[in-house]
């Protein structure tokens, strides 16, 4: 080597111009470290019960996390922590001085872009009031807030993670040609970090900085931290319990069809869009209907998962499937309406006529001139069902239910706050109650500025809550909160709800603290 | 008589002190082994001397672990760089990195996630904390929280999800996620500074980590987790993203254009719909549990869920939303019948899913020609 790496003229071959950059990203790398150390070597020193080294480690196996440093202009990676390969399977040599875009999802580049981007075309910055809510207009001149140090960045975005680990010896030979060989999988990452910007002069670096005059004064980059999402979408795909042979419906509060899993179309023939608006009695047997009437009234007047016994559903050739379905309605939790019935629905036997068209079938008990109809080709609108004429009144059952519901509540209605609600569903909610007192709980534990706490209050047994059809039907407000909430007046409840929502007050809005980041070149 | 009881008297009262003395000389041994900085260490009683030193060792016990199983399980995963191996600009790049990078990583860390590390244990001990813990509670590290019992800190409605989400250390098993929203007591005023103890609020953290299970002795598995105050405004949403404002019972009081380009709905529609009828059946639960962490904590990180798009199929998003009193707040004097709103800002993560699917009746009604 001609040249020794401490100079800072370099001979300008190649080579020795990309020794300059890598120079000039290493301090650059070691300011943005070394920056943060200098707010703390300034105070006396202070021993810590775990050494940063220990800390470390913990906080990325707590974070599932790696830092990285991405230029602006080009996304390229000046820096990847080391916590990277376990994270998305790639060395840190593979990842570092290549540009982030090759490992981002092709549809979530623009996204990407958008975040790193300093060009003034972009649109103006979008903030949130944090008292109205509503999004304002920054007033700063485009550039300049973008490219303000610590300006705050936050997004989602798909990256690719290598599914073999790669090993020592091979990483040099693959490392090109392993984003080619397996295939790509994505997994969501919540990127969070900061911008920061640096003037390239001081840094020192010569030699060719960016094609472009105006960046090469000045280097943004961003420095964040990637975590990999929790719920990643194949986690949540797998810890859905509905079978094959399930589907799952919801309807309104009159049992009409407001939404319809694909999974309905191969076991009754229709698509979405023909079942949807459509009232479910229209399909049902009518040997069944007395009973799956009932069951809709119990349904929507309890917390329950309410099971139905076998019925008949009519598909779409005439035949008849046989279901079995589990039943919930699920209620708002702030003014306890009905929101709408959630039906699993499990299929207990097919129809052997079901391939076929021709629906001469001896469960078909009664109208041959209902098989007729369904055989006749009629426009699919919806709310009007292709069984037409015999079975339109079943539909009116449905909505029969819905209304004496109504008016029930009607009836039982106290001033609609979700606090005071008379607790006409109290079996339900006492099996979800337990008496379990907090640990180290005594009576003297303050509560800032609540009015509540008579004493412990009652928890409800907390499922994990992921599976549609979990433990509880639902979770609520009444059975979380228990009885103490439910003792207070209307006033009261809601004080002590704006009380405790306060404090929210400082995490919006409020402007970075930027004394706390000390950056030093 | 008395003489002799007041020898005795004497003698034990004189003993008693020779006790106090040595207990004290211990506890005070005690105390200069731990790293602690002399002005604290001064002030320490015993109760937190003990309660410090449980720490200490349980931490040590954690790392110990940590550090035998990382070797046996992650080495797959780990890529061992060698030192001084390669020729050419890859060493010369990561040996200066590699020698200075740990040491303030975690503070970048720390820094950038704006949020601090807790360790907790089975039962609910605060076995360790990180530094800035002071900077989001206002209550020091060391002398007020760390070895202290978390129920004592945070809300008495959330102590049965914390208990749930402590409880499951005890399955042995892959090292499982934990993703939750806790209120725990703030000793910081609305101004940031730090007030009386007496004085406390509440403050909303969401939790993320994992559990980590020490096979050897049981009573070291504990929980890792990043605790962060959750923030709701950035200086740039992304144009993947849609802000959204509903009543508190989820209905759609404002939404933003962007949905338009995201979703296909003209925020006209939108307006007194609720949120339910718009996502998937299958994430009504975690629909759910987002409205309920914001009627009782008033802040909530959803899960991901699926919202239906206009013209069929769905997309995945993800929303952070806050309740926020309504227009005007009158901090000094919080009027009940104010009205509450919730805002969110819903992140779009995934393209369209299966475009031509109609799951929904919303999805069937024919767009109306502007």
């Known amino acids: 080597m001609c040249c020794n790496k401490h100079t800072k003229k370099g001979c300008f071959s190649s080579f020795h111009l990309r020794i300059t950059k890598k120079l000039f990203f290493n301090r650059l790398i070691l300011s943005i470290i070394s920056g943060s150390a200098s707010s703390f070597s300034e105070a006396s020193y202070k021993p810590s019960f775990l050494p940063d080294e220990e800390l470390k480690h913990l906080v990325l196996k707590a974070a599932d996390g790696f830092l990285f440093v991405v230029g602006c202009d080009r996304g390229k990676i000046v820096f990847v ?108 990452v919540h990127c969070t970090g900061y911008m920061r910007s640096w003037p390239t002069s001081q840094m020192g670096a010569e030699g060719e900085g960016e094609a472009d005059k105006q960046d090469s004064s000045y280097f943004s980059c961003l420095v964040a931290v990637g975590r990999i999402h929790s719920h990643s979408a194949a986690q949540v795909n797998g810890e859905v319990r509905v079978r094959p042979t399930e589907f799952v419906t919801r309807y309104a509060m009159d049992g009409k069809f407001t939404f ?120 699919v609108l ?25 008016d029930f509540n009607k009836l039982n209605s106290s001033p609609s706050s979700p606090f005071s609600l008379a607790q006409d569903k109290s079996p339900q909610t006492l099996h979800q109650i337990t008496n379990s007192v907090p640990n180290g709980e005594t009576s003297d534990m303050e509560i800032p500025g609540k009015s509540s706490s008579e004493g412990e209050p009652q928890g409800a047994s907390f499922s994990g809550g992921d599976s549609l059809m979990g433990e509880n039907s639902q979770l609520d407000l009444d059975s979380v909160v228990g009885a103490s909430l439910n003792s207070l007046s209307n006033d009261e409840a809601a004080m002590a709800v704006i009380m405790s929502l306060l404090e929210t007050d400082t995490n919006l809005g409020e402007a970075v603290d930027f004394e706390e980041m000390h950056w030093s070149l | 008589m008395t003489a002799d009881k007041e020898k005795r008297r004497a003698i034990s009262r004189e003993a008693a002190r020779r006790r106090r003395r040595v207990e004290s000389d211990v506890f ?117 929280l760390m070895g202290h019992n978390i129920f004592e800190y945070t809300h008495p409605c959330d102590h049965e999800e914390i208990r749930h989400n402590l409880r499951l250390t005890a399955e042995l098993g892959c090292s499982q996620k934990r993703d939750f929203v806790m209120r725990i007591k703030s000793a910081l005023t609305h101004r940031g500074r730090v007030g009386n ?117 769905y997309v995945w998003v993800e929303s952070h939303s806050a309740v926020i009193p309504g227009v005007q707040p009158s901090r000094s004097r919080p009027n009940p019948s104010q009205p509450l709103c919730i805002l969110s800002v819903t992140y779009v993560l995934s393209g369209v899913e299966e475009p031509s699917l109609q799951l929904s009746l919303d999805q069937t009604f024919p767009r109306y020609p502007r």
């Open chain 1, 81 to 188: 922590s080391e916590s990277v390969t376990k994270i998305l399977n790639y060395s840190r040599t593979e990842l570092i001085g290549q540009s982030l875009f090759d490992y981002i999802h092709p549809k979530d580049m623009g996204k990407v872009k958008e975040q790193l981007s300093a060009s003034e075309l972009h649109p103006r910055e979008r903030l949130i009031d944090a008292k109205t809510g509503l999004q304002v207009q920054a007033d700063l001149p485009i550039g300049a807030s973008r490219l303000c140090s610590g300006a705050r960045r936050s997004f989602f975005c798909r990256m690719k993670y290598n599914k073999i680990p790669v090993k020592v010896e091979e990483k040099e030979t693959q490392a090109n040609t392993s984003k080619k060989k397996e295939s790509q999988k994505y997994c969501t």
């Open chain 1, 382 to 406: 919806p709310g009007i069902s292709s069984a037409s004429g015999t079975m339109i009144y079943a539909g009116s059952i449905g909505t029969q239910i819905a209304n004496e519901l109504l």
């Open chain 2, 28 to 144: 005070g041994d005690l105390s200069r082994l731990l790293p602690l900085q002399a002005s604290v260490r001064a002030h320490l009683d015993k109760p937190s001397i003990i309660r410090l030193t449980l720490s200490f060792i349980r931490m040590q016990a954690l790392l110990r672990e940590t550090e035998s199983a990382g070797c046996n399980a992650e080495a797959g995963h780990a890529v061992r760089f060698p030192r001084g191996v390669e020729a050419g600009e890859g060493r010369l790049f990561e040996s200066e990195t590699e020698e200075i990078a740990p040491l303030d990583e975690t503070k970048m860390y720390l820094k950038i996630l704006e949020g601090f590390l807790m360790v907790l244990s089975t039962t609910g001990d605060m076995i360790f904390l990180s530094d800035n813990v002071s900077k989001y509670m206002g209550l020091s590290q060391q002398t007020e």
């Open chain 1, 260 to 379: 319809v899993d694909q999974r309905a179309t191969t076991i009754l023939g229709y698509l979405p869009q023909e079942l949807l608006g459509t009232s479910c009695y229209e399909y049902f047997h009518q040997d069944d209907l007395l009973h799956l009437a009932d069951r809709h009234r119990k349904v929507l007047r309890s917390r329950e998962k309410i099971e139905t016994n076998c019925y008949k559903f009519k598909t779409k050739y005439g035949s008849f499937v046989t279901l079995q379905s589990q039943w919930f309605s699920f209620v708002n939790p702030w003014n306890k309406e009905v929101e709408y019935i959630v039906s699993t629905n499990t299929v207990i036997s097919y129809d052997n006529s079901r391939t076929g068209r021709s629906g001469h079938k001896s469960e078909q008990s009664g109208n041959s001139k209902a098989s007729e109809d369904c055989k006749k080709s009629l426009p």
């Open chain 2, 197 to 313: 103890l007496k004085s406390t609020t509440w403050k909303v953290l969401h939790c993320q980590g994992r559990v980590k299970l020490c096979v050897a002795s049981s009573s070291v598995s504990c929980l890792l987790l990043t605790c962060r105050p959750l923030p709701l405004s950035h200086t740039l949403l992304s144009t993947h993203t849609f802000t959204s404002q509903h009543g508190m019972d989820m209905r759609f009081t404002y939404c933003d254009q962007r949905v338009t380009s995201l979703l296909g709905y003209r925020p006209e529609e939108l307006l007194g719909r609720s949120i339910y009828d718009l996502c998937h059946t299958l994430d009504t639960s975690c629909l759910n549990k987002n409205h309920l962490n914001l009627c009782l904590k008033s802040q909530s990180v959803s899960g991901q869920y699926r919202m239906l798009v206009r013209s069929g199929g």
